[in-house]
Every structure is written in structure tokens, then in C-alpha cells.
């Protein structure tokens, strides 16, 4: 089966400029998450969707940063404007549960890596 | 607060040298644990998983015990060849979030 798909693989910005990001998740899966993955950390949760509605957005910094999944199926990430500080790779999962991290593997893509200068 | 620990790499080993890498910890009720793998230029992989106390996850010869009463999960193999050259991410989940410790590289030399 294909994989978490995003895109673009890299992007380039300067700060106060905006930007978005695409995931398309593996077929069928009702549970999208967005990560960010700063150099040298671990990825920490921004959001998560069930179907296209939203489960946890406490960690995603409202005021810059927005996300959607209206169909159910691709979502799109937006950071508007950007700053240096979110450079990071952005990276998007899905899983099949409707329900509880613990219960079902979640699939990554590849992440889009942002260089915000 | 929930979080965990992991031994900061970078970590250089011979072919089929033993491999530990240490992770623990601190959780508020009963966590399920993790180890995730990533390739160069990949995305996260599901490596291994326990759900409770005792559980040993398994997989590709790597192997993590759920140990309750030191709060770790080290990652071991008794043998690692090349290909495990890769970032490894030991992560957590209470059911509400999912954290991820800040991974260790292993790079594995013929």
C-alpha cells in the first residue's frame, strides 16, 4: 500500500513570509497528527484529527499556525507569517484507530524540512 | 508531567557488536512504550511496542522490556550489522499524547 505522502521534501523562506505544507495519509486511515521535529529534539505533537475534526491542537501555536483536513483525507499545515525559530522538520502521520495512541501504529512520511531564514 | 530519557548519541559500533540503548521514563498512570526508527531520509518506523508491565516487544532481532519498576524500556540486539545505521526514538503514550524522547544515532561500521 503507499505510504504517508508530503510535500514539499524541502522549503526555503524568509522570516514573516508564509508557508504551507501537504500530507495525504494512507488510504482509509480515520487519525491524521502533524509533528515538529526540531534539529536535535524528538517530534512533539502540533495536531490531530479524527476525520476531519479536531482531537488535540494544545501544542500548536495558534496565532502563526493553522491546519485543516475538510474532506477527511489531506490536510494542509500553514505557518503565517513564519519566524526563524520554526525551522524544523514538519512531519505528518496517520494512523487507522479512531481512538488511543496506544492501540494502533502510526505511519509517518517522509517531513518536510523548513530552513526559515 | 510525562517524559523520557534517552542516552544521547552519537553511538559508533562494529558489525555485530551489542547494542543497548538506554531510555527511561516518567509517566502519570500507565503508559504504553515505543521504539521508533529512522532511516536516512525517511520517515519514523514502528520498531517495537509494549502496552504493559513485563511486555517484551520484539522485532528485526531488536528487543525492549517494559520494566515498571525502574520506568525503562532500553532497546537491545545482540548482533548489529550495517543496515541498523539509523536515528532511534524511544516514545511514550498515556492514551492523551505522545511524547517522543530526542533519539540516538547509531552508526554501525563494517
Known amino acids: 500500500e503507499a505510504g504517508v505522502a508530503q510535500s514539499p521534501r524541502y522549503k526555503i523562506i524568509e522570516k514573516r513570509q508564509s508557508v504551507a505544507f501537504w500530507c495525504n495519509p494512507i488510504?482509509?486511515?480515520?487519525?491524521l497528527y502533524w509533528y515538529q521535529q526540531i534539529l536535535g529534539q524528538g517530534p512533539k505533537l502540533l495536531i490531530q484529527?479524527?476525520?476531519?475534526?479536531?482531537?488535540?491542537d494544545s501544542q500548536l501555536p495558534k496565532d502563526r499556525f493553522s491546519a485543516e483536513r475538510l474532506k477527511g483525507v489531506d490536510s494542509t499545515l500553514k505557518i503565517q507569517p513564519a519566524k526563524l525559530e520554526d525551522s524544523a522538520v514538519y512531519l505528518c502521520?496517520?494512523?487507522?484507530?479512531?481512538?488511543?495512541?496506544?492501540?494502533?501504529?502510526?505511519?509517518f512520511g517522509a517531513g518536510t524540512r523548513l530552513s526559515v531564514l | 508531567g510525562n517524559s523520557v530519557t534517552q542516552m544521547e548519541g552519537p553511538v559508533t559500533l562494529s558489525e555485530e557488536a551489542f547494542l543497548t540503548i538506554n531510555c527511561t521514563y516518567t509517566?502519570?498512570?500507565?503508559?504504553?512504550l515505543f521504539w521508533y526508527v529512522q532511516y536516512p531520509g525517511e520517515g519514523l518506523q514502528l520498531l517495537l511496542k509494549?502496552?504493559?508491565?513485563?511486555d517484551k516487544g520484539s522485532n528485526k532481532g531488536f528487543e525492549a522490556t517494559y520494566r515498571k519498576e525502574t520506568t525503562s524500556f532500553h532497546l537491545e540486539k545482540g548482533s548489529v550489522q550495517v543496515s541498523d545505521s539509523a536515528v532511534y526514538f524511544c516514545?511514550?503514550?498515556?492514551?492523551?499524547?505522545?511524547?517522543f524522547g530526542t533519539g540516538t544515532s547509531l552508526t554501525v561500521i563494517p
Open positions: 509494549a502496552t504493559k508491565a513485563d
Open positions: 484529527f479524527q476525520n476531519n475534526g479536531v482531537v488535540d
Open positions: 488510504s482509509g486511515h480515520a487519525t
Open positions: 502521520a496517520s494512523s487507522l484507530d479512531e481512538g488511543g495512541f496506544g492501540k494502533n501504529i502510526q505511519y
Open positions: 516514545a511514550l503514550t498515556t492514551g492523551n499524547q505522545f511524547y
Open positions: 509517566a502519570t498512570g500507565y503508559p504504553s
